[in-house]
């Protein structure tokens, strides 16, 4: 069977009119889910991770940017979500008084169809931002080069060799340009179809835990 060749643009999830009736539930501005409402858009992790997040998951990663710690995100991996700095005592207030094993979050706050995807790529692309507002400055650029080289190398794992991955600098520099399907849909939407390499990176490595510029781009800065 010859399948149809399926191109980003063409993505559904987390986008815009998909079809489905609206329900109360699915309101993110419900008040009784505002405390996850909230803390996601912050934070933008998966809506299995923030279930388990518990007392002891707040740290510091090795640039000692505050983190929130997800102990097993996709595939099974460890990851350290990094705050952006005016988020940061907001989301430490989820984990004063709680003990370390204690949840953050009740299994009742998730009875809903809020789509928790659609809030982390909105967490992403304000941490796009960030970055790029960041790397307007010499230091700036220089000091997220140095973080970035070294939460990949850190945290990225070659599949074949199982060891840590090798950096590579055309990974952060210059520009990723959209082309195609996805140039006509950041079009349509009215986005940009040029995006900073760091900055890419930076928002994949740090909040994404993908570590390639395509899916950020296409899964997240065009949701």
């Known amino acids: 069977i010859k399948k149809p060749k399926r191109v980003t643009a063409q993505y559904k ?6 079809g489905k009736a609206q329900r109360s ?11 996850t409402v909230e803390f996601q858009m912050c934070v933008g992790i998966r809506r299995a991770e923030l279930k388990r997040l518990k007392g ?8 000692g940017s ?15 979500q990094r705050l952006l700095p005016e988020d940061v005592e907001f989301v430490k207030s989820y984990f004063r008084d709680k ?5 953050i979050f009740s299994p009742e706050e998730f009875k809903n169809k809020i789509d ?3 809030l982390r790529a909105l967490q992403a692309q304000r941490a796009y931002d960030y970055y790029a507002f960041l790397c307007q400055t ?28 090798l950096f590579k600098e055309h990974l952060i520099q210059g520009n990723y340009y959209l082309r195609g399907e996805n140039r006509k849909l950041a079009k349509l939407k009215g986005l940009s179809t040029k995006y900073n390499k ?13 570590f390639r510029c395509d899916v950020t781009v296409a899964s997240y800065m065009l949701a």
């Not at 539930?25 to 405390?35: E, F, L, T």
């Not at 002891?56 to 640039?63: A, L, P």
């Not at 700036?140 to 070659?158: A, C, D, H, S």
């Open 13 to 18: 999830r987390s986008r815009s009119d998909n």
């Open 25 to 35: 539930d699915n309101d993110i501005s419900n008040p009784k889910y505002a405390r």
């Open 56 to 63: 002891r998951d707040f740290g510091y990663d090795g640039s």
């Open 66 to 80: 505050p983190v929130v710690i997800v102990e097993k995100g996709k595939g099974g991996r460890r990851q350290e």
């Open 99 to 103: 003990g370390p094993d204690e949840l």
């Open 116 to 118: 928790y995807h659609h």
């Open 138 to 165: 010499k230091e700036g650029r220089k000091q997220l080069e140095q973080e970035v080289r070294l939460r990949y190398e850190t945290t990225k794992i070659n599949k074949k060799t199982g060891k840590p991955a």
């Open 198 to 210: 760091l900055c890419l990176m930076a928002v994949s490595v740090f909040h994404l835990a993908h």
